[in-house]
C-alpha cells in the first residue's frame, strides 16, 4: 500500500466535462479497505468546476482522486508528450489521445481544478493525498485485457446502448477480481441493469456513459491506491497519464 497503513482510504473517480459550464460531469466515490473497493455513490449532471468542488470537500477522509482530464496543459499547439507517448503504444488498438494545449483550452476547467486539488494538498502522482490523471479507455484495455478499445461513445442509440451493457457487465466482473474487488450496492445496481440501458435515450444515455466512465477512474484510484503495476506516460511538467499495465486484472 502507497501509504503503509490499513485504514480506510475514501477515493474519488471523476469523468470531468471540458465545458462544464454547458456539460455535466460525473463523479464515483467509494471506499478501499483490506483490498475491496466499494461503490459507494455516484453524482451525474454535476455544473461547473466549484460544484464538484464542494462535493470533493464533503467527502471526509478524501485521500485520492482519479480524473479523466488534461490536468496539465503547457503547450500552446499539437499534442502533449504523454498524449503521442500514449498514442504510440495505445493508437493501432483504438485509443488514441485527441490532442490538449492552450490554443483549443486557453482556460481550461480541468487545470483549474488540478490547481485548487494541489493547493489543498492533492499531489500530483503523490502518496498520502494525491490526484492521478487517467484515461479510461487504455485502461478498460489493460483491465480486462481486451484486443481493442471498447466501443460505447459512438454510433446510434442502439450501438451506444450495445457497448455500455457490455461495459456494465465488465464491470459486473470485477466483483471477482483477485487484484482489486469492487463491490456495488443493490441501490447503485440501476446503472449496470442491462434491462435499464436498454430504456435510456438522449441525455439519460449520456449521463449514463458518464457514470460507468466515473465507475472506471474510481477504479484506476483503487488500483492506484494500492500500488498495482502501471505506467506514466509523460511527468508531471509537461503533463502525464496513469494506465494500469502489464497484466490482465480480471477475468
Request: glycine content about 8%.
Amino acid at each position: 500500500m502507497r501509504d503503509g497503513d490499513e485504514l480506510k482510504r475514501k477515493l474519488v473517480g471523476v469523468d470531468l466535462a471540458w465545458h462544464s459550464d454547458r456539460n455535466p460531469t460525473a463523479l464515483a466515490s467509494g471506499e478501499l479497505l483490506d483490498g475491496v473497493l466499494r461503490l459507494q455513490a455516484i453524482e451525474v449532471d454535476l455544473f461547473p468546476v466549484q460544484q464538484l468542488l464542494q462535493h470533493l470537500r464533503d467527502i471526509d477522509g478524501l485521500r485520492g482522486v482519479a480524473i479523466d482530464a488534461s490536468l496539465i496543459i503547457p503547450n500552446q499547439t499539437g499534442q502533449r508528450r504523454c498524449e503521442k507517448a500514449l498514442s504510440r503504444v495505445y493508437g493501432s488498438r483504438g485509443a488514441a489521445c485527441h490532442a490538449s494545449n492552450t490554443t483549443l483550452y486557453p482556460q481550461a476547467d480541468s487545470v483549474a481544478l488540478s490547481r485548487q486539488l494541489s493547493r489543498e494538498g492533492f499531489q500530483h502522482l503523490g502518496q498520502a493525498k494525491w490526484q492521478i490523471e487517467c484515461y479510461p479507455h487504455p485502461a478498460i484495455i489493460e483491465i480486462f485485457g481486451l484486443e481493442r478499445r471498447l466501443l460505447y461513445k459512438k454510433g446510434s442509440v442502439t450501438q451506444k446502448r450495445a457497448g455500455q451493457k457490455q461495459l456494465a457487465e465488465l464491470i459486473g466482473r470485477l466483483n471477482n477480481s483477485p487484484v482489486l474487488a469492487l463491490e456495488i450496492p443493490p441501490d447503485l445496481q440501476t446503472y449496470f441493469d442491462p434491462a435499464e440501458i436498454d430504456q435510456l435515450t438522449g441525455r439519460s444515455l449520456k449521463s449514463n456513459e458518464d457514470a460507468l466512465d466515473a465507475v472506471i477512474c474510481l477504479y484506476i484510484a483503487g488500483l492506484y491506491a494500492l500500488n498495482a503495476e502501471g505506467i506514466v506516460f509523460g511527468d508531471t511538467q509537461a503533463g502525464y497519464i496513469w494506465v494500469p499495465q502489464g497484466y490482465k486484472l480480471a477475468d
